[in-house]
């Protein structure tokens, strides 16, 4: 089953915008990760969130995370044409494997020109 | 440096036949996870292999099984294939020190007929 779910399930922006996807989960969890699929083939790991941090910043990657309601955000600012891409969270049991990872249906986004 | 290389890329079978996908860890990396990606779904967790053995499994039939190398190589082998078997195909490998953080392979794409 898909413990995580994006929201929305498909963003389209022009360049230079910024996009904004939520992610809900249902369990505890120890961390939370968000991955970039281009094109449905291999996952691009973009950053973790631990389950005792807030937010973290990674370049144009902004993620926060609230455990009370069981959510998270993946901001990325300043969108690329590159970006385009289908973006999953995915989520680890807490007291689980960290390999275990349950992800959610992803949102794709498009970037135009 | 390669990373996690899948072989093959594509396979055609047909019902009831059995499949065998290939997966070479990205180098340094000792544990390998596997998981099954139906079109237009997030990523679902078969199992992960560390020191040669099954240390954790996800909610699939006994049909999938798995099996790593010395070399940290690993096998995904699917008999009696069904129809719903058709998926894309991840293999993900980590160093186990490094927790959670995966590096994904491109994928097989398996079509059952």
């Known amino acids: 089953s898909q413990q995580g779910e994006e929201d929305p399930q498909a963003l389209s922006i022009q360049e230079g915008e910024n996009a904004t996807m939520n992610c809900s989960y249902k369990?505890?969890?120890?961390?939370l990760q968000w991955y970039r699929q281009n094109s449905g083939r291999g996952l691009v790991h973009l950053i973790l969130?631990?389950?005792?941090?807030r937010e973290k910043h990674s370049g144009r990657l902004r993620v926060t995370l609230d455990t009370s309601k069981k959510s998270s955000s993946l901001l990325i600012t300043a969108s690329r044409a590159a970006d385009t891409a289908s973006y999953f969270c995915?989520?680890?049991?807490?007291?689980?494997?960290?390999?275990?990872?349950?992800f959610g249906k992803g949102t794709l986004l498009t970037v135009n020109p | 440096d390669a990373g996690v290389t899948q072989s093959p890329t594509h396979l055609i079978k047909t019902r009831g036949q059995q499949v065998t996908l290939r997966c070479s860890p990205k180098?340094?990396?000792?544990?390998v996870s596997w998981y099954q990606q139906a079109l237009g779904q997030g990523p679902q967790f078969i199992f992960q292999?560390?020191?040669?053995?099954?240390?954790q499994r996800g909610n699939f039939p006994d049909r999938f099984s798995g099996h790593q190398f010395p070399n940290y190589s690993s096998e995904l082998n699917v008999n009696a294939l069904l129809l719903g078997d058709s998926a894309l195909y991840l293999c993900?490998?980590?160093?186990?020190?490094?927790?959670?953080?995966?590096?994904f392979g491109s994928g097989t794409q398996l079509s059952v007929l």
């Open positions: 369990t505890s969890i120890n961390n």
């Open positions: 993900a490998s980590s160093f186990i020190r490094f927790g959670g953080k995966l590096f």
């Open positions: 969130i631990r389950s005792n941090e």
């Open positions: 292999y560390y020191e040669e053995e099954e240390r």
């Open positions: 995915a989520t680890d049991a807490k007291g689980g494997s960290n390999y275990k990872l349950t």
């Open positions: 180098s340094g990396h000792d544990t």
